[in-house]
């Protein structure tokens, strides 16, 4: 199984590819999605479509896994987000691959063992869940983490058949 782990941003969104094979985990792919600040809000979105769909299109990954909704005190920069992932979301439909969402506790959790790890341990142990050779950037590593949550929260999915739109 292919899992891509979406960790959503306007201006840095982290990606992780992973395979589980047998019972380990292999990285595949992992990076972030940059849009500079001077971009407007349209085609950032837009960016971050096209540069997910390029990942997708590469790697063929089997599901996403993406971080869920959580509270946030600035309803602007919350706004923000919302469209980031529902573009994020949309592309993954267009392209067949179902989603899961993971609350960033869980996603901590799942990774680190601890629901309140802070980023630095995040990076640490996806560094070595994954034996890289070096931690990869904050943003690429909740996208590592989050695929990662995602296997291990899956027994069995069962992958439905979709035509592209």
Known sequence: MRIIGIDTS???TGIGIIDAVGSRMVPV?????KNPAS???SACLLFLQ???AKLIET???DVAAIEGVFFAKNVKTMMILTHARGVMIAQCARSCIPVYEYEPRKVKMATAG???AD???MQKMVKTLLSLSEEPQN????GLALAITHLHNQTRIAVQACEPI
Not at 139 to 142: E, F, Q, S, T
């Open 10 to 12: 306007l201006r840095s």
């Open 29 to 33: 792919w992992y990076g972030t999605i």
């Open 39 to 41: 971009r407007p809000l």
């Open 50 to 52: 096209d540069e997910l």
């Open 59 to 61: 790697h063929h990954p």
């Open 114 to 116: 601890y629901g309140a």
């Open 119 to 121: 980023k630095a341990q």
């Open 139 to 142: 943003d690429a590593a909740d």
